[in-house]
């Protein structure tokens, strides 16, 4: 009868757990790659279809790959004029400016607006605090007829100004980098002080840069929010050639409407970009959301 030893128990016990937890791994694995290309089917199917005919889009059973792949579609797409120089280069040139213009305002605003909330001391703090936070309960339609009046007066209408100025500040984002903020030890701005470092400095060197993953955050949610904006540009920009994508794209739906392929890739060129974006800093972005909320 052979008789095993304490150690080499200990050893299968450990490969057990090994080969157990290798299992689980898998597992996990293989249960995120099904859910997400679950999430990304519609995608995946809505991008093939910018290669198909339209009778191919529109046919019972569908079929995933085109019998014939018309990259052309592409081409054709992106050559359309309808006059006055809107074309969908103008359009993502102009959509991309507008996003990136008010996510690196929101960026400049927010945080400092954020560490005067996480830092300083000033009569009203928490009064300011808690009205800014009772603005988001306001829907957005109560202020619409408001805030276009104010647009006209000011001679901001038919200009990118009226999507910059009202997108330069939102409650949301000062509260999240203000939450963020309140993490970061104070010990670390103390020792700045004690350099010699003055309050703008210490923002500017020491917070901000502790405060990046907040910061992308702040970056991505805002660049989405104002690629994807549809009534705000519909109603403040007049001039074709100075439409977001869209706007754009319900115009350029309408005038295509029975050419589904043309239609689905005018809908990639607004949906590839933020795809991108997020792909590239989901990290980023995750670890601010987790952040966010560690000290209140």
Request: glycine content about 6%.
């Amino acid at each position: 009868m052979t008789t095993i030893t304490a150690p080499r128990r200990g050893h299968i016990a450990r490969e057990k757990v090994a080969r157990a937890r290798l299992m689980g791994d898998i597992f996990r694995y293989v249960l995120l790659i099904v859910l997400g290309l679950i999430a990304l089917a519609p995608f995946i199917l809505a991008f093939m279809g910018t290669f198909k005919t339209d009778a191919e889009i529109i046919a019972y059973p569908p079929k995933f790959f085109p019998k014939e792949w018309l990259i052309g579609n592409w081409a054709k797409t992106w050559a359309t004029d309808l006059g006055q120089g809107a074309t969908f280069p103008r359009w993502l040139l102009n959509t991309a400016v507008v996003s990136v213009g008010s996510a690196v305002l929101q960026l400049i605003f927010c945080s400092m607006a954020a560490y005067a909330f996480a830092r300083l001391h000033f009569p009203g703090r928490d009064v300011v605090f808690i009205f800014m936070l009772a603005s988001m309960m306001i829907p957005g339609a109560v202020t619409l007829i408001p805030a276009y009046v104010l647009m006209t007066k000011i001679h901001f209408v038919n200009t990118y100004w009226s999507l910059l100025v009202p997108g330069a500040i939102s409650a949301g984002n000062i509260f999240l980098l203000t939450q963020f903020l309140k993490s970061i030890p104070r010990e670390l701005e103390e020792a700045a002080f004690i350099d010699g470092a003055s309050r703008f400095r210490i923002y500017k060197d020491v917070v901000i840069p502790l405060a990046r993953p907040a910061m992308l955050t702040v970056f991505i949610l805002q660049f989405q929010g104002m690629w994807n904006a549809f009534m705000a540009p519909l109603l403040y920009l007049n001039t074709p050639r100075m439409w977001v994508l869209n706007v754009a794209l319900s115009v350029f739906q309408q005038q295509y409407k029975a050419q589904w392929n043309l239609t689905l890739v005018a809908a990639m060129f607004n949906a590839i970009p933020v795809l991108l974006l997020f792909a590239f800093f989901s990290r980023y972005y995750i670890e601010g959301i987790s952040f966010a909320g560690l000290k209140g």
